[in-house]
């Protein structure tokens, strides 16, 4: 009795979620299984094979998606994010690191069952990183994926421990045991920056005030910006970013020199970011009020990132600079949205 083939999201109803299973059916190499907390959007369920309401947590829901579906790739997308992780950070702990130990682990069983290595595609995250102070955030620059990886949030712990236990299960599992195969698991990581989608708004995120910036002035709503208008971190629209994770899905494992990658685009602060929006939407009422501890995250992640070795391993190059990202894909998508 033959399982389908298929490939597995977490999060599905999430921002990359929507955008991923969307250029998964489109790409149509795979047959799409979305998990999610919730009901899986109508608009998702219809590109889907199957869907499945539950919690990843829950090992008897993994079992019996192992027991229906030969999972050929996983697309771990559940988390909590860093600013909702921070009100719940021992469940958010269970999220993001147990969560992802169950999956890691149903990887590896699938890997073995099947007999093909299983990719396991990881969303990490530039919360990684943890700049000490302005000073040294200003002095450090562009940063590479081995410098200052000292998160202060959880959610920064939990995704650069993940990153460790990917590296783990790809590497190094049961080096003891004896006749254990190798290379079950395909551990890949993208450091993903702040991201901007026209079609979707983030929730419970440090980096969400771009967007929830712009998506305010599409809907003629006044915004008060979490953050001084000099705060600058990296940030891509997700059309990229999708790309992003799906060219690095397909690099051959020959041409890739780590397993965990950064990536970037833009850079913009958060004032220059609000002097485009007010160019496209000239009534934006914008307004800073910095919220004190949400502004001590985002100035311990760095205003810039070196992607050289996603560039040179797997050819990231992303299609929207700032500009662009505004003028073709963010206002007019945004714009029929809210009109
Ligand atoms: C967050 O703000 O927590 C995320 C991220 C930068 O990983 N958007």
């Not at 992780?85 to 073995?112: I, S």
């Not at 915004?223 to 971190?233: E, L, W």
Request: proline share 6%; charged share 25%; net charge negative.
């Amino acid at each position: 009795m033959s399982r389908k083939p298929v490939v597995l999201v977490t999060g599905a109803n999430g921002e990359v979620g929507h955008g991923l299973i969307n250029a998964l059916a489109d790409e149509a190499r795979y047959e799409v299984l979305a998990l999610d907390l919730r009901e899986v959007d109508p608009g998702l369920a219809k590109r889907c094979a199957a869907t499945i309401a539950g919690d990843i947590l829950d090992g008897h829901l993994l079992d019996r998606i192992a027991s229906e579906y030969e999972i050929h790739a996983v697309f771990h997308l559940a988390a909590l994010l860093s600013t909702r992780a921070e009100f719940v950070p021992e469940t958010a702990h269970a999220v993001n690191v147990e969560g992802t130990l169950k999956l890691l682990k149903l990887a590896m069983d699938e890997g073995r069952s099947h007999g093909q290595p299983v990719k396991f595609m990881f969303p990490s995250s530039i919360a990684v990183y943890g700049l000490p102070d302005l000073a040294a955030k200003a002095a450090a620059g562009a940063v590479t994926e081995t410098e200052w990886t000292t998160p202060r949030t959880m959610y920064g712990c939990n995704k650069l421990y993940c990153e460790q236990l990917g590296r783990y299960y790809a590497d190094f599992y049961r080096q003891l045991a004896v006749n254990e195969a190798r290379g079950q698991v395909d551990f890949r990581a993208i450091r993903f920056p702040g991201l901007i989608s026209a079609f979707t708004v983030p929730s419970g995120g440090t980096s969400d005030y771009v967007p929830e910036m712009l998506h305010a002035a599409a809907k003629g709503e006044p915004y008060a910006c979490f953050v001084r208008p000099d705060t600058r971190i990296t940030f891509m629209a997700m059309p990229d970013a999708i790309d992003a994770l799906l060219k690095l899905t397909r690099a051959p494992a020959e041409k890739l020199s780590r397993r965990v990658y950064n990536i970037g685009a833009f850079n913009p602060s958060a004032g220059e970011f609000a002097d485009l929006v007010r160019r496209h939407f000239p009534g934006a009422e914008i307004g800073f009020a910095p919220h004190e501890q949400r502004q001590a995250i985002v100035d311990s992640w760095p205003a810039d990132v070196v992607d050289r070795a996603a560039r040179e391993d797997w050819g990231h190059e992303p299609a929207y600079d700032l500009e662009r990202a505004m003028t073709e894909y963010l206002i007019p998508n945004i714009s029929k949205r809210y009109a």
